[in-house]
């Protein structure tokens, strides 16, 4: 009888000692956070500006976050913050409440870019309460820029800025003395920079008026 006894007292004691012992966190399910993006154009030219949408699913973690990766060189202006906090030395924005966001920004591509595929990719990420894990998702979209035929530096030039693209403007020849006093590459034109006789000839062009043609 003593035995059983004591025996129900250690079973008691093991159950008691159970219920105490702290109970081991679940780990993060693999969709504690979700990301999706998309983009008003997947193929593109040099210098064009494409609108791109990156939404989170934050519901469930804390202090939900958007990081915006682009390709380098590519300029990003941020049009819609959805109540965010935009952090824009490294295209992030965050918030304070879990949530679902969506974010809107604008990428230009550099005239200077060389034709391939981008990725334009956005993460989305926060803390999970129940575990205090960072938990993160990607998506990318990949964006094709296709060459063009390159132009002349003079009907580059003469397009530059805005008005009659088939001839050369007062801020137009200002400009082509810049690039021509610091052999900088006149976009559009495959990398060609302008020389002395070029430079002559755009400043007759801008003189005269005449209508821009050859190189």
Do not use: F
């Amino acid at each position: 009888m003593r035995r059983h006894s004591r025996g129900v007292v250690a079973v008691a004691c093991l159950l008691v000692l159970a219920a105490l012992a702290p109970t081991a966190a679940v780990a993060a399910p693999a969709d504690a956070v979700g990301v999706t993006t998309t983009v008003s154009d997947t193929t593109v030219e040099p210098g064009d500006t494409i609108t791109v949408e990156a939404t989170i699913d934050g519901d469930g973690v804390h202090g939900p976050l958007i990081d915006a990766n682009v390709p380098d060189g590519w300029a990003v202006e941020a049009t819609d913050d959805d109540g965010g906090t935009y952090k824009s030395s490294t295209n992030e924005w965050l918030w304070l409440t879990a949530g679902d966001y969506t974010v809107t920004y604008t990428l230009t591509v550099p005239s200077t870019a060389s034709a391939g595929e981008y990725p334009v990719e956005n993460e989305g990420s926060g803390i999970y309460p129940s575990t205090s894990e960072y938990v993160a998702d990607t998506d990318a979209v990949t964006v094709t820029v296709e060459s063009t035929e390159a132009m002349t530096v003079r009907e580059a030039v003469a397009s530059y800025g805005d008005g009659d693209d088939s001839r050369v403007e007062d801020g137009e020849i200002q400009q082509a003395i810049n690039w021509w006093q610091t052999d900088t590459e006149v976009p559009g034109t495959d990398g060609q920079t302008i020389d002395d006789a070029t430079i002559q000839q755009l400043v007759s062009d801008w003189v005269t008026g005449a209508e821009v043609g050859g190189n």
